[in-house]
């Protein structure tokens, strides 16, 4: 399996500064050659490939030893496949006939990665092994930087990046062929109902508690974006200002990335098949607010409603659980949720009658009483064993 491990890094001062110019000079690298394909094409009716901008580098290092001649070439080709594969999105959507959405140049604060396509190329993971106490990772322009590596890295290490989040640096490593970590099997399967009072209702009857991570920080959050708002933007106070809104944001971010990480693995570590909701989010919190011609109805309980789903972090719980159930050997199941909070889990009759209120599920052809989420997870796990049973027998 292809896995990835992130690690925060501990550069020294000149070490932050010389990680800045790198991110600048890669940003400045994509923009200048978005910058070019934008210009052949108009001028000349000519598409520009990554392969001709690569050719280009050795041209663009040569006159620039001192900004863009510092960094590993490989990173900077890298630079470019990234740029590469924005317009190769873009004209999949475009046939498509999705919303296009063309390559934009990147603004301060819109680049903060940069990656090295393989180690030992411009970068070393480990690049101090005989140290008794600290891991160190080389990056060419930077120097030996030193890991807070809080983890085993458990395979040979493929590609290297390094991420700027707010005022802290990460490396993320990319490995390959990781072994599994099968958990014993337990014969037991569960269905699980997303929801925004509880994160996850099983058919068991269990509740994960929905901690509600960003209404949590909303008035510390408030408090710092009144303050950014009356500063002057690009001010030194202003970027003080944005940076503590950052900071909290990105707080919220790892609190709800580590619930998600809890409630997955024990899921994970008691069944053996887990049936979920194949949910829509980006279409779930879609705006309400419509157009002037023709406005939306209920925009205020709309917007409540989509804030409250975001903070759920369904999309990240999910994402986190089919990582984990497929390194410990379970199997995860995705089920069209359409129907399920209506249909009675015992009879199976369908009216939206029977969801008499957010919480009571009752069916009005055979009398059955039970929680609305338990009962809706309960018919998830039936479509999910339904689909398994027609896939084996396919």
């Known amino acids: 399996m292809r896995r990835s491990f992130t690690f925060l890094l501990r550069p020294t001062a000149k070490q932050a500064a010389a990680l800045a110019a790198c991110l600048h000079d890669h940003r400045e690298l994509y923009n200048a050659a978005l910058e070019h394909r934008r210009t052949a094409y108009r001028r000349a009716g000519v598409t520009v490939r990554y392969g001709d901008q690569s050719g280009e580098l050795k041209h663009i290092r040569a006159d620039d030893p001192d900004g863009q001649g510092r960094w590993s070439f490989s990173s900077q080709q890298a630079t470019l496949r990234r740029l590469d594969k924005a317009f190769a999105a873009f004209f999949t959507r475009v046939k498509a006939g999705r919303t296009p959405g063309f390559p934009r140049f990147k603004g301060r604060g819109w680049f903060d990665t940069v990656e090295w396509p393989r180690d030992g190329d411009g970068c070393r993971w480990d690049s101090q092994p005989e140290h008794p106490a600290a891991t160190y990772v080389r990056l060419q322009g930077i120097g030996h930087v030193r890991v807070h590596q809080h983890r085993r890295v458990p395979s040979t290490v493929k590609t290297i990046s390094v991420k700027r989040e707010g005022a802290r640096w990460y490396v993320i490593l990319s490995c390959d062929d990781v072994p599994a970590e099968t958990l014993p099997a337990t014969g037991a399967a569960v269905g699980l109902d997303m929801g925004v009072a509880s994160l996850v209702t099983t058919s068991d009857g269990e509740?994960?508690?929905?901690?509600?991570?960003?209404?949590?920080?909303?008035?510390?959050?408030?408090?710092?974006?009144?303050?950014?708002?009356?500063?002057?933007?690009?001010?030194?106070?202003?970027?003080?200002?944005?940076?503590?809104?950052?900071?909290?944001?990105?707080?919220?971010?790892?609190?709800?990335?580590?619930?998600?990480?809890?409630?997955?693995?024990?899921?994970?570590?008691?069944?053996?098949?887990?049936?979920?909701?194949?949910?829509?989010?980006?279409?779930?919190?879609?705006?309400?607010?419509?157009?002037?011609?023709?406005?939306?109805?209920?925009?205020?309980?709309?917007?409540?409603?989509?804030?409250?789903?975001?903070?759920?972090?369904?999309?990240?719980?999910?994402?986190v659980l089919a990582h984990k159930a497929e390194s410990a050997g379970r199997e995860l199941i995705a089920v069209n949720p359409a129907g399920t909070s209506r249909t009675c889990s015992r009879c199976g009759h369908c009216a939206k009658e029977n969801r008499v209120t957010q919480a009571e599920f009752r069916c009005q052809a055979c009398g059955h009483e039970a929680h609305a989420d338990v009962n809706a997870a309960k018919n998830i796990l039936r479509a999910g064993l339904a689909l398994r049973d027609a896939a084996e027998a396919a």
């Open 207 to 319: 509740r994960l508690d929905n901690p509600r991570r960003l209404a949590a920080s909303a008035g510390r959050l408030a408090t710092a974006q009144q303050a950014l708002a009356r500063t002057k933007r690009g001010s030194k106070r202003g970027g003080k200002a944005a940076a503590r809104v950052a900071a909290l944001h990105a707080r919220v971010r790892r609190q709800r990335l580590d619930g998600a990480h809890k409630a997955a693995f024990a899921l994970v570590r008691d069944y053996d098949v887990i049936v979920h909701e194949d949910l829509r989010i980006v279409n779930m919190t879609r705006s309400a607010s419509g157009t002037i011609a023709q406005p939306g109805r209920n925009v205020a309980q709309k917007s409540g409603l989509n804030r409250s789903i975001l903070d759920a972090g369904w999309g990240v719980f999910l994402r």
